[in-house]
């Protein structure tokens, strides 16, 4: 069955940066595009970026835009959220997901505090 198993959240000063990893089973990982999503406490769960199944093409949400890079590896079944420049507004749960799947991981946490 699908699998998605994130990582690399935790607490991080404003300003700082965080390397978040997906790893992807279950499915023909390579095929596929990919999505990082995330929700902050009492909103609702907003997508970040996308990338294609070559890693090709990507977009980010204007609000992570030129701070956030989704990438991937697909011999390792792995997408990556590379985050930097950090804010508070950032802070919230992040999920990835394949769109072509009804399929959510269990999240990692990512805080941005002084």
């Known amino acids: 069955q699908v699998q998605l198993v994130e990582s690399g959240g935790g607490l991080v000063q404003p300003g700082g940066s965080l390397r978040l990893s997906c790893a992807a089973s279950?499915?023909?990982?390579?095929?596929?595009?990919m999505r990082w999503y995330r929700q902050a406490p009492g909103k609702e769960r907003e997508l970040v970026a996308t990338i294609t199944s070559t890693g090709s093409s990507t977009i980010h949400a204007d609000s992570v835009k030129g701070r956030f890079t989704i990438s991937r590896d697909n011999t390792k079944n792995t997408v990556y959220l590379q985050m930097n420049s950090l804010k508070p507004e950032d802070t919230a749960v992040y999920y990835c997901?394949?769109?072509?799947?009804?399929?959510w991981g269990q999240g990692t946490q990512v805080t941005v505090s002084s």
């Open positions: 997901k394949a769109p072509a799947f009804d399929f």
């Open positions: 279950g499915f023909s990982f390579s095929r596929y595009a």
